[in-house]
T-cell receptor, first 113, second 114 residues
Framework: GNSVTQMEGPVTLSEEAFLTINCTYT??????LFWYVQYPGEGLQLLLK?????DKGSNKGFEATYRKETTSFHLEKGSVQVSDSAVYFC????????????FGSGTRLQVQP | DSGVTQTPKHLITATGQRVTLRCSPR?????VYWYQQSLDQGLQFLIQ???????AKGNILERFSAQQFPDLHSELNLSSLELGDSALYFC?????????????FGNGTRLTVT
């Protein structure tokens, strides 16, 4: 079946540091890949997505590239801010698009001023 | 604001009881998904409805059931509650029935079973 594996947190960084949160997946076919973010006390929000190999999703300074050869979709940001502190979830949707998303376990990011 | 409304925000109840969680999807969205978020299990997909019909089932216990009504709101019923059912329950909606359509999440219902 489908699965998503994320690096365990928490990840603690100083403001303006470079961020990488690793995500790898197992899936049949060619899934679409997503990053969702959950701020304290809120539901998840879509951050970015990529629907085919080599696509790069980007939003709010965050980027992730769909790497089919390494089955990865790592999240990166060049300079994090305190306001980026949240839990980040990697997710996939099977290529038929008819099933609900499969989420990773989430990675908590704490950015210190 | 995602446009998805979940009530109640908090629910405290005793073991063995039954509760109902309610979700109003974003205007125009036909699909509703229920997820359970707990510290040890992460975010688990429970069930999906599309335009009133069940479309997919995930790790939903037999003690749990759900339905989507003609006005598209959905309810998740949890019965014979156990301590381990304590979790945050999220509803999400999307325009289409597929996972490629972005999900819009509500802020969740926090269930505490004592």
């Amino acid at each position: 079946g489908n699965s998503v594996t994320q690096m365990e947190g928490p990840v603690t960084l100083s403001e303006e540091a470079f961020l990488t949160i690793n995500c790898t997946y197992t899936a049949t076919g060619y899934p679409s890949l997503f990053w969702y973010v959950q701020y304290p006390g809120e539901g998840l929000q879509l951050l970015l997505k990529a629907t085919k190999a080599d696509d790069k999703g980007s939003n709010k300074g965050f980027e992730a590239t769909y790497r089919k050869e390494t089955t990865s979709f790592h999240l990166e940001k060049g300079s994090v801010q305190v306001s980026d502190s949240a839990v980040y979830f990697c997710a996939l949707s099977e290529d038929t698009g008819r099933r609900a998303l499969t989420f990773g376990s989430g990675t908590r990011l704490q950015v210190q001023p | 604001d995602s446009g998805v409304t979940q009530t109640p925000k908090h629910l405290i109840t005793a073991t063995g009881q039954r509760v109902t969680l309610r979700c109003s999807p974003r205007s125009g969205d036909l699909s509703v998904y229920w997820y359970q978020q707990s510290l040890d299990q992460g975010l688990q997909f429970l069930i999906q409805y599309y335009n009133g019909e069940e479309r997919a089932k995930g790790n939903i216990l037999e003690r749990f059931s759900a339905q989507q009504f003609p006005d598209l709101h959905s309810e998740l019923n949890l019965s014979s509650l156990e301590l381990g059912d304590s979790a945050l329950y999220f509803c999400a909606s999307s325009a289409l029935q597929g996972g490629n359509s972005p999900l819009h999440f509500g802020n969740g219902t926090r269930l505490t079973v004592t």
